[in-house]
């Protein structure tokens, strides 16, 4: 399998520096004690790695060090589109979820909070629910969301959740039970596409609580 890194940063080597392929990197690692290298992905990524002591990158959590991983050629966002997101309480075991328009963040629909509920169920109700809105409109822009389940439980057309039933939240489950039906017996042509996080930060349907 090819690797995906194509430069290589040696913090510590006999010749520190960034190298354009792996077998560079090799020349100034191999034999050389305690060698300190890492590859990336982008020359952007590897120059601000380098920039930095080896101890405090790899001190870093996997959220900072992401910011060092970027993958150049990611495209920008595709407007207009729709962004949509769920959140969970873990407090009070509430869920609701939102679309927002991807470019100005402006709320077009809003659900919940639900009881019982679980973000997963969320972000799949929350892209039926941009559909069939959209569908409504004849519009075919593209939906963002940052679930792949979520995505994949709309290609199945079922909700493939643990969720177990309650009182509470029997709602949730007329819900699911209406937006597959919906998926079942509709046809759409928007794209159902993912929000990369690490490239463009938070999704703009995100609520914000982390």
């Given at each position: 399998m090819?690797?995906?890194?194509?430069?290589?940063?040696?913090?510590?080597?006999?010749?520190?520096?960034?190298?354009?392929?792996?077998?560079?990197?090799?020349?100034?690692?191999k034999?050389?004690?305690?060698?300190?290298?890492?590859?990336?992905?982008?020359k952007?990524?590897?120059?601000?790695?380098?920039?930095?002591?080896?101890e405090?990158?790899?001190?870093?959590?996997?959220?900072?060090?992401?910011?060092?991983?970027?993958?150049?050629?990611?495209?920008?966002?595709?407007?207009?589109?729709l962004?949509?997101?769920?959140?969970?309480?873990?407090?009070?075991?509430?869920?609701?979820?939102?679309?927002?328009?991807?470019?100005?963040?402006?709320?077009?629909?809003?659900?919940?909070?639900?009881?019982?509920?679980?973000?997963?169920v969320?972000?799949?109700?929350?892209?039926?629910?941009?559909?069939?809105?959209l569908?409504?409109?004849?519009?075919?822009?593209?939906?963002?969301?940052?679930?792949?389940?979520?995505?994949?439980?709309?290609?199945?057309?079922?909700?493939?959740?643990?969720?177990?039933?309650?009182?509470?939240?029997?709602?949730?489950?007329?819900?699911?039970?209406?937006?597959e039906?919906?998926?079942?017996?509709?046809?759409?042509?928007?794209?159902?596409?993912?929000?990369?996080?690490?490239?463009?930060?938070?999704?703009?349907?995100?609520?914000?609580?982390?």
């Amino acid at each position: 399998m090819k690797s995906k890194n194509s430069y290589y940063v040696v913090w510590a080597g006999y010749n520190p520096g960034i190298y354009g392929s792996w077998e560079e990197c090799q020349q100034q690692i191999k034999g050389f004690p305690n060698a300190k290298y890492k590859g990336f992905p982008t020359k952007a990524g590897a120059e601000k790695a380098f920039s930095i002591s080896y101890e405090k990158y790899m001190a870093m959590n996997p959220a900072q060090e992401a910011i060092f991983q970027i993958d150049e050629n990611v495209p920008s966002p595709v407007y207009p589109s729709l962004a949509v997101d769920a959140a969970w309480n873990t407090a009070t075991l509430e869920m609701e979820y939102r679309g927002v328009d991807a470019k100005t963040g402006k709320e077009i629909f809003h659900q919940g909070p639900f009881p019982d509920g679980t973000n997963n169920v969320g972000e799949f109700l929350a892209i039926v629910h941009a559909l069939a809105l959209l569908n409504q409109k004849g519009s075919t822009i593209p939906i963002y969301t940052d679930s792949m389940n979520a995505i994949a439980w709309v290609r199945a057309k079922t909700a493939r959740t643990k969720l177990e039933k309650t009182p509470r939240n029997q709602i949730l489950f007329d819900l699911i039970q209406r937006a597959e039906k919906w998926l079942r017996t509709n046809q759409w042509s928007n794209p159902l596409l993912k929000w990369e996080t690490h490239v463009w930060g938070e999704i703009p349907a995100d609520f914000g609580r982390k």
